[in-house]
Every structure is written in C-alpha cells, then in structure tokens.
C-alpha cells in the first residue's frame, strides 16, 4: 500500500478498525496510530484500554482528541497511518465549543493533509445517518456534521469502502457513473 487516502465507513462494531488494522499490517511500512478517543469515563477508558492492547507493540501510537492537522504531522511522511476514528474527532470538536463551519473547516484541512501524505492514511468513520432522525437538536446537528465530514474526507479518498459485519463493499465516485445506469 503506497501513499493516498482511504476511507473506511460503516455502522458501529462492523469491523472498521480490524480492517484498518490488516490493511496497515500489510502496508510493509512504519505503521502511526492517531486514536482520537478520550477517557471521559470508565466505560470509555476501558475501550481505551483494549484497543492499546489489540495494536502491535512496534506501532506507535499518537493520542490526539483534537488537532488531527498535527497528529498527521507528528506521525511522519512516510509511515503508514491510521486515523481512529473520525466520528470521536467530530465529537470531541463539538465537546470543546467548535461551531460548525470550523469543524467542516478543520476536516478539509486535515483530510487534504492525509490525502497528500507520501504514506497511506486510512481512516476509520462511522455512518450514523442511515437510521432514524433523532430526536434531540444536537444529536441533529451531530449527526448532520459527521456526515459533512465523512463526505469531506470521501471526496479526498483515493479509495473508500463501506465495511458490513467486517467485510468490504467499495463505494464508488459519483463522477465515474453515467445517468441512466448505462
């Protein structure tokens, strides 16, 4: 695996991170891990704790719940690098009083940092707007925020698959399809 950007999207517990991690393993690279997660209670702490445990000790890790612009920096040029996840990033944005246009902002920037990397960078996402609308106005606006930047970063992605129950479906760029089907 060479240098670009993919993406990978999907539901809650669907494999993302597995997949993140065999495609890293497989680069034949340095592998960076940017984990965007904060300890804000025991539960989450313990999630932390196991997802330190499952990566290879030869990674490094780069714990960053905010400025993924340096993260990406601080992870090297050339390492291959694995964003988890970007659904935390938002939320931790939002957490911290970011409005809207500077979370879109920031997610242009860093994700047009992945994309121009010399090494691969893949990134973890969750697609949380497949099911119903919420009730409440900021899971609304959370919802709607994470898929502008879930959109931002595809756009940017050499490559992006939609992972279900650990398997791969590559999605494909809207440019490359014709109207009509044909």
């Given at each position: ?95 911290d009083g970011c409005d809207d246009d500077e979370v879109v902002a920031r ?23 497949a099911g119903i609308v919420p009730m409440h106005p900021l899971a609304r ?19 992006a698959v939609l992972v279900v129950a650990g398997r791969v479906v590559p ?12």
């Amino acid at each position: 695996m060479s240098g670009g950007l993919t993406l990978l999207i999907g539901g809650a517990r669907a494999g993302k991170s597995d997949v993140a991690m065999s495609l890293a393993s497989r680069a034949g690279a340095a592998v960076a891990f940017v984990a965007t997660a904060r300890a804000s209670d025991e539960e989450m702490a313990e999630r932390i704790r196991r997802h330190r445990a499952d990566r290879p000790s030869g990674w490094s890790t780069i714990e960053e719940p905010l400025d993924l612009e340096d993260a990406l920096e601080r992870a090297g040029d050339r390492a291959t690098t694995i964003v988890d996840c970007l659904t935390l990033w938002v939320s931790n944005l939002l957490e911290d009083g970011c409005d809207d246009d500077e979370v879109v902002a920031r997610a242009e920037r860093a994700a047009e940092r992945a994309r121009d990397r010399a090494g691969a960078t893949i990134a973890v996402t969750n697609e949380v707007g497949a099911g119903i609308v919420p009730m409440h106005p900021l899971a609304r606006r959370y919802r709607d925020l994470l898929g502008r930047v879930n959109a931002i970063w595809s756009v940017r992605a050499s490559r992006a698959v939609l992972v279900v129950a650990g398997r791969v479906v590559p999605l494909a760029d809207p440019s490359t399809l014709e109207a009509g089907g044909g």
